[in-house]
Nanobody
Framework: QVQLVESGGGLVQAGASLRLSCAAS????????MGWFRHAPGKEREFVAT????????GYADSVKGRFTISRDNAKNTLYLQLNRLNREETAVYYC?????????????????WGQGAQVTVSS
């Protein structure tokens, strides 16, 4: 079993950037494909980005393509999400998740392990 802990959330102004980190423990991160999801008030938890086990493949929600970048450092057992040009509608709790699915995984049901979430608040 792998444990995931997000960090790097906070309050930023619209148009600003932020980098989220997700530290894994318990199992080697390279055994898992990884993803980021977000949950805004009144909305369903939605897919943001995914990356394969060795980082050779990535996938993004259309709404974040060109602004967000997912990456991983398996030597450090850490997953990252760089968020650029944030807007108010992206205020949400951001979760990292791990899956044993090979390749990229874009649905929440494919992920077995979840972090506790990091709050990102974007002000106008």
């Amino acid at each position: 079993q792998v444990q995931l802990v997000e960090s790097g959330g906070g309050l930023v102004q619209a148009g600003a950037s932020l980098r989220l980190s997700c530290a894994a423990s318990g199992r080697t991160l390279s055994n898992y494909g990884m993803g980021w999801f977000r949950h805004a008030p009144g909305k369903e938890r939605e897919f943001v980005a995914t990356i394969s086990r060795i980082g050779s493949s990535t996938g993004y929600a259309d709404s974040v393509k060109g602004r967000f970048t997912i990456s991983r450092d398996n030597a450090k057992n850490t997953l990252y999400l760089q968020l650029n040009r944030l807007n108010r509608e992206e205020t949400a709790v951001y979760y990292c998740a791990a899956t044993r699915t090979l390749g990229v995984a874009t649905t929440r049901w494919q992920y077995e392990y979840w972090g506790q979430g990091a709050q990102v608040t974007v002000s106008s």
